[in-house]
């Protein structure tokens, strides 16, 4: 199975998401991206890869023992960005930022490393490379598809909302199945303090 752990914005964001993606790059007509629909969004703190089935709730388990008691951080969506880079990007996403400039979100992600790293999971060469950078993809370049410009007004189309995740999902990826690429087969809950 491959699994990855993310957070996943609850439905009305998903969907406010989805509708500025749409607005945004609406003038690119389209036809070169693959906008990633509300169902989909996540923001992925460590992708484990193929697990093997039996070890998935074991991995849920220690998940869970990693994340006991970490405090939800407070997000918000921050403008709009592309990978490798917006010179020529391959993946458009939303920006996430911890709201009250905290450390709870890298911490979040740390942890959700640290239990991967006891199933065998290791960064690629290229993540080691690279700080957490928290987004959410929205779309993608079709394989083969040419270069475009950057969408100018993707940021002003997003959505500018704050995001109190409740829990981390662990989720199963599917790409063979386009009508339901991601199963969400657990919840791991956060403490939300009011504020």
Same mark, same amino acid.
């Given at each position: 199975?491959?699994?990855?752990?993310?957070?996943? =914005?609850?439905?009305?964001? /998903?969907?406010?998401? !989805?509708?500025?993606?749409? %607005?945004? *790059? +609406?003038? @690119?007509? #389209?036809?070169?991206?693959?906008?990633?629909?509300?169902?989909?969004?996540?923001?992925?703190?460590?992708?484990?890869?193929?697990?093997?089935?039996?070890?998935?709730?074991?991995?849920?388990?220690?998940?869970?023992?990693?994340?006991?008691?970490?405090?939800?951080?407070?997000?918000?969506?921050?403008?709009?960005?592309?990978?490798?880079?917006?010179?020529? =990007?391959?993946?458009?996403? /939303?920006?996430?930022? !911890?709201?009250?400039?905290? %450390?709870? *979100? +890298?911490? @979040?992600? #740390?942890?959700?490393?640290?239990?991967?790293?006891?199933?065998?999971?290791?960064?690629?060469?290229?993540?080691?490379?690279?700080?957490?950078?928290?987004?959410?993809?929205?779309?993608?370049?079709?394989?083969?598809?040419?270069?475009?410009?950057?969408?100018?007004?993707?940021?002003?189309?997003?959505?500018?909302?704050?995001?109190?995740?409740?829990?981390?999902?662990?989720?199963?990826?599917?790409?063979?199945?386009?009508?339901?690429?991601?199963?969400? *087969? +657990?919840?791991?809950?956060?403490?939300?303090?009011?504020?």
């Amino acid at each position: 199975m491959r699994l990855f752990v993310a957070l996943v =914005p609850p439905p009305d964001l /998903a969907l406010a998401l !989805e509708s500025g993606a749409r %607005e945004g *790059l +609406a003038a @690119l007509g #389209g036809a070169d991206l693959r906008l990633l629909p509300a169902r989909d969004l996540h923001m992925t703190l460590v992708f484990l890869g193929e697990l093997d089935e039996a070890r998935v709730e074991p991995f849920r388990r220690a998940l869970a023992e990693e994340l006991r008691g970490m405090v939800a951080p407070d997000l918000r969506l921050s403008g709009a960005g592309g990978f490798p880079d917006q010179e020529d =990007p391959f993946v458009l996403w /939303a920006g996430v930022e !911890e709201d009250d400039r905290g %450390e709870r *979100l +890298a911490t @979040l992600a #740390g942890r959700a490393q640290q239990a991967a790293r006891s199933f065998g999971w290791r960064p690629s060469a290229e993540e080691r490379g690279r700080a957490f950078r928290p987004h959410v993809t929205l779309a993608r370049r079709r394989p083969g598809a040419r270069p475009f410009a950057w969408p100018a007004g993707l940021a002003r189309a997003l959505p500018a909302r704050r995001w109190l995740p409740i829990d981390v999902a662990l989720v199963c990826s599917r790409p063979d199945r386009p009508e339901q690429r991601y199963t969400t *087969l +657990a919840h791991v809950p956060l403490v939300v303090t009011p504020g």
